[in-house]
Every structure is written in structure tokens, then in C-alpha cells.
């Protein structure tokens, strides 16, 4: 949605807000923000918020923080009186230039790049999450709140109410929710998002995770986004899909859509380390549905890439490897570069389903891939890709001196 400073400074007159977050995302995929008064905001729009980065990025200076007017949504679970709204924020020096790590403008010009060469391209997110009851003391248990199956209903299907009120303050906000479920584990469920822009379904995936966990927390549970919270129940998916098109014409189904895919194919084993950077993303791969190998299909639930093409919408290639740790921005931008290399080099795209070729089978092996990656230092600036490497082979060592616990006490509070 369009809007002018001087809109944005009447809306916030008028229904009464009182605080404005000033959010982005870090660069591991975790939300940020910064609360500031109304009366500081127009110095947001023209100055920019000054902050720390030492304890985000690990710079030695000060960034400043401009709102992105389009992306004023009020927070609905607030109070009404004295309401919160919140902007995603561009980064940028503290001299007023582009600081080279704001994933969210590194998207952005891709995408500007491609929309020059003719393409167009909409992303959308599958995300599944687990609800947990919380103990007396109000801390997370490992006991899920319901043991309803898939698509199941009221009263196997307790999270219902949650997940409807999830699905309202999404939509309240403009973040256009399509679907909900209740999937095949105890406890797991699923919402689905329109296709929308990739920068803005960046956004989106970004502030979901934050929304369910306030509803979940409003509700008396915890929503976990790890991806194997559950030894003997599915892991949690992150399913990127998106479609493209040449001049307004979709392209899958065409020579160019083949090795759009193709692309992807040759290049998962090296974006991995980063749509999975956790040590429990690999207990998902070749469990349930969770795919193994690096294969595509049509009509099969359980490869790497499904691709459809229901009545009535674009067809859609659905990326179904990645998981809700990864930072969206960044895997939206190496699915691109990865499908564009392979329509630049006309990449074959292998036959159906046939492949003997695995994913990574752990982050220490997905982590030396990227590490030997061409591709990924061609993508992803030492800014960017640096922090997140080096944070991996961190991880890494800690896990392989004590694998007991790990995870529960890494990832389960905080996921």
C-alpha cells in the first residue's frame, strides 16, 4: 500500500498510536526493532533512527534505520488505546549510504534486475509450526497441545482457536493469510500465504513467526518453529513456492521454466548451509514427507521440488527443503540466482523423480559445501554470507563436543 509521510503522520494523529516500531531483520532471519515516540517519526522519515549495530551486526559504528512507508501495519493484539504500529526499515550508514549487509535491499535490487531483463516473479510461504502447553511456571514443555492428526477438526484439533485468531491478526495487518490446518503431527500446524512480491513475502515470513508466538503466548502456549522439536512426530517445513513470468507469460512449462529448475537442482547442495543453518534441520530430510533427494516431480508429496498448476492460478515450482530458521531474505534471493543461472546456461533438467543424488546429510557437511561455493561468493556478499559461515562452524563445534541436550537448550527455547 502507497502512502505519504504527511498520510502516515495524519493516520497515527488520528487513531491514537502512541508507539512505532521500527523493525528489520538481523542477519541470522531474526526480527529486530526499535520502539520510538510519534513525534520523532518525522525524523525517521528524513534522517533516519540512529542505533548500535555492535550487538546486531558486530559493526564497529552506528546504522540508521528509514521506514519504509509502504509498510505501515497496525499490531492488532495491542491496545487499542494508545496503539502500536510498525514499519520494516531499510539500513543504511550512518553517512547516508547503503550499508552493503540490509538484506532486505539486496533482494530488492534483485528484483529490479530481473523485472529490467522482462521477468517477473511472486513468492509465497508454507510455513508449520508446533503448539506446546507451558508447565506452572509458565515455561515451554515438550507436551503438544493437542494429538490431532492431519486436517483434522474440533475436538481432536485443539488448536483451532489459535490458529483462527493467528489467521485474523495476520490478515488485520495486511499479511495476507490463505489457509490454515491442523498437519500431521501432534500439536503441528500449518498457514499459507498469498503470493505476493518477494520482498514482501519476505517481510511477511519475518513477522509471522513473531505473530504466532504472541497469539500462541496470549493463549497459554508456546509456538515452536524448530524444525524437529519431536523425535517420534513430522518436522516443521518451510515451503518456499513461487512463480515467474517473461513479459506477463508464465514460464514453467516452457524450456526456460525447465531450467529455471534445473538450475535449483544443481546449486541446493550449496544453498543448504543456508535455507537449514540449525544442527536439527537435518533430523527432518527423508522423514514423512520431509524431501531426501535432490529430485522434482508433479505429482509426488516428497521431492526436493514439487511443481503444480492448479486451475485458476500461475503454475507454481514449491522449494520444499528449507526450513523456519533460515533468513527468507536471503533464500528467496539464492533460489533466484540459482534459477537464473540455470536459464542463462540452459541447465538440462534430469528426468522425474530419478536421482540418487542426497541433500546434505548434517550442517558440518552442508557448511564445507557452501564454504567451496563459487556460486554462493558470487551471490552473497562477505557481509552477508560471512557472519552466517562463521556463526555455522561455531554451532558446529559446540554440538560435536556435547551433543546431549544441545539442542534442547540452543534451539527450543528461542526458535
Known amino acids: 500500500m502507497s502512502f505519504s509521510p504527511i498520510e502516515v503522520l495524519n493516520f497515527v494523529e488520528e487513531n491514537d498510536v502512541k508507539f512505532i516500531r521500527l523493525t528489520f531483520c538481523d542477519i541470522f532471519g531474526n526480527l529486530k526493532n526499535i520502539a520510538i515516540m510519534p513525534k520523532e517519526l518525522p525524523r525517521a522519515f528524513k534522517h533516519g533512527i540512529s542505533f548500535d549495530a555492535s550487538g546486531i551486526t558486530g559493526e564497529c559504528s552506528d546504522l540508521l534505520l528509514f521506514p519504509d512507508i509502504s509498510t505501515l501495519s497496525v499490531l492488532p493484539w495491542r491496545p487499542k488505546s494508545g496503539r502500536v504500529v510498525r514499519f520494516f526499515c531499510n539500513i543504511k550508514n550512518a553517512d547516508g549510504s547503503d550499508y552493503p549487509g540490509d538484506l532486505r535491499k539486496q533482494l530488492h535490487d534483485e528484483i529490479m534486475a530481473l523485472n529490467s531483463d522482462g521477468y517477473s516473479c511472486e513468492f ?62 501432534w500439536g503441528q500446524n500449518e498457514i499459507d500465504f498469498k503470493k505476493s512480491e518477494p520482498v514482501t513475502a519476505a517481510d511477511n515470513m519475518v513477522h509471522y513467526k513473531t505473530v504466532v508466538k504472541s497469539i500462541a503466548s496470549q493463549n497459554g502456549l508456546y509456538a515452536s518453529f524448530m524444525p524437529k522439536p519431536l523425535k517420534n512426530q513430522p518436522g516443521s517445513m518451510l515451503n518456499i513456492c513461487l512463480s515467474i513470468k517473461k513479459n506477463g507469460t508464465d514460464i514453467l512449462g516452457s524450456d526456460e521454466g ?158
Open 124 to 185: 509465497a510461504t508454507k510455513c508449520e509450526f508446533y503448539l506446546f502447553n507451558l508447565d506452572d511456571n509458565g515455561e515451554p514443555t515438550k507436551i503438544p497441545h493437542d494429538h490431532g492428526g492431519y486436517l483434522d477438526v474440533a475436538p481432536l484439533d485443539k488448536c483451532e482457536n489459535t490458529r483462527r485468531e493467528i489467521c485474523l491478526s495476520l490478515e488485520e495487518m495486511g499479511l495476507n493469510p490463505k489457509s490454515s490446518c491442523h498437519k500431521h503431527g
Open 258 to 415: 525447465n531450467y529455471f529448475i534445473a538450475g535449483i537442482l544443481k546449486r541446493i547442495p550449496e544453498m543448504t548451509a543456508f535455507l537449514n543453518p540449525t544442527t536439527n534441520s537435518y533430523q527432518r530430510f527423508g522423514v514423512g514427507y520431509a524431501p531426501e533427494y535432490i529430485n522434482w516431480s508433479f505429482s509426488n508429496n516428497s521431492p526436493l521440488i514439487r511443481v503444480s498448476n492448479a486451475n485458476g492460478e500461475s503454475p507454481t515450482i514449491e522449494v520444499r527443503s528449507a526450513d523456519a530458521t533460515c533468513n527468507p531474505y536471503i533464500a528467496f534471493k539464492l533460489i533466484l540466482s540459482a534459477g537464473f543461472e540455470g536459464i542463462k546456461n540452459r541447465e538440462e533438467l534430469p528426468p522425474e523423480s530419478e536421482t540418487k543424488i542426497k541433500l546434505p546429510s548434517s550442517l558440518e557437511k552442508a557448511y564445507e559445501i557452501a564454504c567451496d561455493s563459487d556460486f554462493i561468493k558470487s551471490v552473497l556478499n562477505e557481509k552477508t554470507r560471512n557472519p552466517i559461515l562463521n556463526n555455522i562452524s561455531h554451532t558446529w563445534r559446540e554440538y560435536r563436543i556435547s551433543k546431549d541436550n544441545f539442542e534442547e537448550k540452543r534451539y527450543f527455547p528461542f526458535i
